[in-house]
């Protein structure tokens, strides 16, 4: 390693949000992807593995969030 090369390690959270920037989702569904969900680490987790289709098929199940509307 050069004396310029900085040696550094990223968290989980910064790992998948660095991945789910490369995929392309819209601001909206990166708000429902990184919704305060109650698995944390895990969900981060699984965002590291999970396939963009899987990620759409689960976002879509959950409706990215939407409420309803009366």
């Given at each position: 390693?050069?004396?310029?090369?900085a040696?550094y390690?990223?968290?989980t959270?910064e790992?998948a949000?660095?991945?789910?920037?490369?995929?392309?989702?819209?601001?909206?569904?990166?708000?429902f992807i990184f919704?305060d969900w109650?698995?944390?680490?895990e969900?981060?987790?699984?965002?590291l593995?999970a396939?963009r289709?899987e990620i759409?098929?689960w976002?879509?199940?959950g409706?990215?969030?939407?409420?309803?509307?009366?």
């Amino acid at each position: 390693m050069s004396q310029n090369q900085a040696n550094y390690r990223i968290g989980t959270e910064e790992a998948a949000i660095i991945r789910i920037d490369q995929m392309g989702f819209t601001p909206t569904q990166k708000a429902f992807i990184f919704a305060d969900w109650p698995e944390g680490e895990e969900h981060y987790s699984w965002l590291l593995t999970a396939t963009r289709d899987e990620i759409v098929a689960w976002g879509e199940a959950g409706e990215w969030g939407r409420e309803e509307r009366e």
